[in-house]
């Protein structure tokens, strides 16, 4: 199935399309004109555009697209080694333009699915900041800025002698009251305003797109894009001034767009799935099973496109264009009939979420009301300072205060308190200008992906647990999680805790071929076959992204004769064809969403028997319930919130018996069971026989 033969929920398109009459008019503009090359100052367009926003001429520049304007204005402004500022988990056009540019980005996460002022206009008074691309309304997310902060944005950029250009491309989606930017442009501030003909106005196969923005600044532009100066086509000019004609077209696209946004809103709710409220023409869905799992399925069971955010740097979520009320309806459909509901055979948790009665639960080393108390500040604390990199920064020894701060871009004020706290937690000691780690400092940095992903990832949930055990609250619907820091803290646990345990079992195997499931961006795929030239192996992935990083990754390390990626879903579609000659197969932390969706664990590790009939070896990792009977001594660090979360998102936890059970009755029997870093987690090396 292509783009074009799918129903086309991913690329945020206006499906009512152009003004009565575009069409027309920009086939008149082929038939009598299609031999000439196209006006390179696009002039006709820019002077419509000066009237409709009231601006002059010399304030307008046209482009191929907003995407050519971003590129323009990067080359335009960036030197080698100047930075950007864009938001975390945005447009990844931002951050492709600065690279050409040779420029550093730094990103600014963002706040609740929202760009964060506050960080933002801080970022804006590091030194070698030059540019600050802020998508307004923002994109994946359809957040948008108040005026108030859209001014306050403003102002820092123009103490600081920074130019933010403000991305509008769906603001005419976004109530009215919230077009600021170009107000501020009219009245003479130094910003740049991208708009575009693609979304509202429905040209997006002709790619005209505009910038706003002082004469000086745009005269820069002009001067840039001259380089190629027929990128805006013929037609694409004379459809863009057509349309302008029809200044109504916007509203009734907004109001159509509001309308259909409204029907999808009831739908996600009605199947139970949570969604960020919009401002735009699309909605960003957190996926049950995935992002990746969710696309896919939708594509191949549905004949509907959405859009994987995993590389937006949001894993676990979709992005859903708003189409007619009847291809929103379409979609619900599909969506109703791809969310994982709770199977007949679902299987009973383990551990904290384990039925009345059915283990023991000691009392454990007590925690003092202090420490409770502190620990929850101190949780934050260390969460702020890893997203900030100070922990990072401090793991090369002492640093500064002034070498911390422009670092960070943090307030200096506001980071000292950080420091401060993680010193009188004792893992930092402060001076007056020289900060450095303590040994239980750097043993807590070693655990602080444990943070990212606890409290970062989990940290809406855990502050709604009295609401979701009485039901006023869903999971999924009004409480949801953070997916991006869920993934950079199991990144951070997974380097420090078990890639070295990793190496230790793998090394001491004898294979010659592996497959890797789930195998991400290949990196543990290269490192299990990359020094050995006799190995070969192949990574089976179903998020298209990761699929292209992963192949980018194999040729850039010249392993492209010997590694290989398939695209499939590991379990729905894996098993359409076998792997033969594969005699290791590795499988890290995703079995036990297999063994629940099926039901069936014996039954997952024979289908795996069967897709890879020659495998001597299988290695896998995954995270257990803890045997809370027989533990004493202090709680420790990971387990508990972890069979919590899981416990109130209604995915069951399993216990180690369970697994064992399922890899014997499979006839796969346990050579190795290693502790693999994060507590109750596993490594099974496993042997067929063969």
């Not at 799918?6 to 299609?34: K, T």
């Not at 919230?178 to 708009?195: E, K, N, T």
Request: charged share 25%.
């Amino acid at each position: 199935m292509t783009d074009d033969d799918a129903l086309r929920l991913h690329c945020n398109e206006n499906p009512y399309g152009p003004p009565d009459g575009v069409v027309e008019a920009a086939a008149a503009e082929l038939r009598e004109r299609c031999s000439q090359y196209p006006d390179s100052e696009s002039t006709l367009l820019r002077s419509r555009l000066a009237a409709h926003y009231d601006v002059d001429e010399a304030m307008v520049a046209v482009g191929n697209g907003a995407d050519e304007l971003v590129l323009l204005t990067a080359l335009t402004f960036l030197r080698p080694g100047d930075k950007v500022l864009v938001t975390d988990s945005t447009f990844p056009g931002y951050a492709a333009a600065a690279a050409l540019a040779r420029a550093e980005v730094r990103g600014v996460p963002l706040a609740d699915h929202r760009v964060a002022v506050d960080a933002l206009s801080a970022g804006l008074a590091q030194d070698g900041v030059r540019l600050a691309f802020v998508c307004n309304p923002h994109n994946p997310t359809g957040t948008v800025l108040d005026t108030g902060d859209v001014e306050r944005i403003i102002d820092r950029a123009e103490a600081a002698g920074v130019i933010p250009v403000f991305d509008e491309a769906y603001m005419e989606y976004a109530s009215p009251e919230y077009a600021y930017a170009v107000g501020a442009v009219r009245a003479g501030r130094r910003l740049l305003v991208l708009r575009t003909f693609s979304k509202a106005w429905g040209l997006a196969a002709l790619r005209a797109g505009y910038v706003l923005g002082p004469k000086d600044l745009i005269a820069r532009i002009g001067a840039t894009h001259r380089t190629v100066p027929f990128s805006v086509n013929r037609v694409a000019q004379r459809a863009a001034a057509a349309a302008l004609d029809h200044p109504a077209h916007v509203e009734l696209s907004r109001q159509r767009n509001a309308e259909a946004r409204e029907l999808l809103y009831a739908g996600l709710e009605s199947a139970g799935v949570g969604y960020v409220r919009s401002q735009a023409n699309f909605v960003l869905v957190e996926a049950p099973g995935g992002g990746a799992e969710l696309a896919g399925r939708l594509a191949r069971n549905h004949g509907i496109a959405t859009r994987d955010l995993g590389i937006f740097g949001l894993p676990g979520h979709v992005r859903v264009s708003v189409g007619t009320p009847e291809q929103v309806e379409r979609f619900c459909r599909a969506l109703a009939a791809e969310v994982p509901r709770p199977p007949a055979h679902r299987m009973a948790s383990s551990g904290l979420g384990a039925p009345r009665g059915a283990e023991r639960f000691p009392t454990l080393e007590p925690q003092e009301p202090a420490a409770l108390f502190n620990g929850y500040v101190g949780a934050h604390v260390v969460l702020a300072l890893t997203e900030l990199g100070v922990w990072d920064a401090l793991g090369d020894g002492p640093r500064s205060l002034d070498d911390l701060l422009e670092h960070t871009g943090a307030e200096e004020t506001r980071l000292s308190a950080l420091l401060r706290i993680a010193a009188l937690l004792g893992h930092l000691q402060v001076g007056p200008d020289r900060v450095e780690l303590t040994a239980a400092g750097r043993e807590l940095v070693r655990h602080a992906g444990y943070f990212t992903w606890g409290v970062g990832g989990y940290g809406e949930l855990m502050s709604q647990l009295s609401g979701l055990a009485e039901g006023s609250v869903t999971f999924g619907r009004e409480v949801g999680r953070d997916g991006r820091r869920i993934a950079v803290g199991s990144g951070l646990a997974g380097r420090t805790m078990m890639l070295p345990v990793e190496k230790q079992v793998a090394s001491a195997l004898d294979y010659t071929s592996v497959a890797d499931l789930g195998c991400g961006d290949a990196s543990r795929l290269i490192r299990l076959c990359g020094a050995d030239t006799a190995r070969r192996g192949v990574g089976i992935e179903v998020n298209a992204a990761a699929c292209e990083a992963a192949r980018q990754r194999i040729s850039e390390e010249g392993l492209s004769d010997r590694l290989d990626v398939v695209r499939a879903d590991v379990l729905d579609h894996v098993d359409e064809r076998t792997f033969p000659g594969i005699d290791l197969v590795t499988s890290f932390l995703m079995m036990h969403d297999l063994f629940e969706l099926t039901g069936d664990p014996a039954g997952v590790m024979r289908k795996l028997r069967d897709v890879f009939p020659d495998a001597r070896h299988f290695l896998i990792a995954d995270t257990v319930a803890q045997d809370w009977s027989a533990h004493s001594g202090p709680l420790p660090v990971f387990s508990a919130e972890f069979e919590l979360v899981h416990t109130f998102m209604e995915t069951p936890i399993l216990g180690l018996d369970t697994y064992e059970k399922a890899f014997a009755e499979a006839g796969l029997h346990v050579e190795r069971r290693e502790p693999f870093g994060t507590p109750s987690t596993w490594l099974w090396l496993l042997s067929t026989g063969r």
